[in-house]
């Protein structure tokens, strides 16, 4: 699971760093054809595979590659569905927008 803070800060000079999230392909060697998935957050890739190194000490470490960004919700108007047609909707903090043409 994904922490809600995925903001560090750093042991030397107490400036915050963005973590990212990376993915995590490994199996275990009583497992071969099991293929696990996990996710880290780490602020970089060297990061993320010492982490992962610890975490799985005995497991083979098959993949790991940054996890691509999620785009802003806020990136997206409001809309709801009535009767058969999406609708424009908006909270305050959102511009007013043309209603779509038909």
Do not use: C
């Not at 000079?13 to 199996?27: E, Q």
């Not at 497991?59 to 009767?83: G, N, Q, S, V």
């Not at 058969?84 to 209603?99: C, I, K, L, N």
């Amino acid at each position: 699971m994904l922490s809600k803070d995925l903001m560090t800060e750093s042991r030397d000079d107490g400036r915050k760093t963005v973590l990212a999230s990376y993915n995590i392909h490994f199996v275990h060697p009583d497992a071969p054809r099991n293929v696990r998935l996990e996710r880290l957050l780490a602020p970089n890739l060297a990061a993320a595979l010492n982490m992962a190194d610890g975490l799985f000490p005995d497991a083979t470490i098959l993949r790991i590659h940054k996890t691509p960004a999620r785009p802003r919700m806020d990136d997206y108007p409001d809309a709801r569905f009535i009767k058969g047609a999406f609708h424009p909707s908006r909270t305050g903090d959102q511009p007013a927008q043309a209603p779509p043409a038909d």
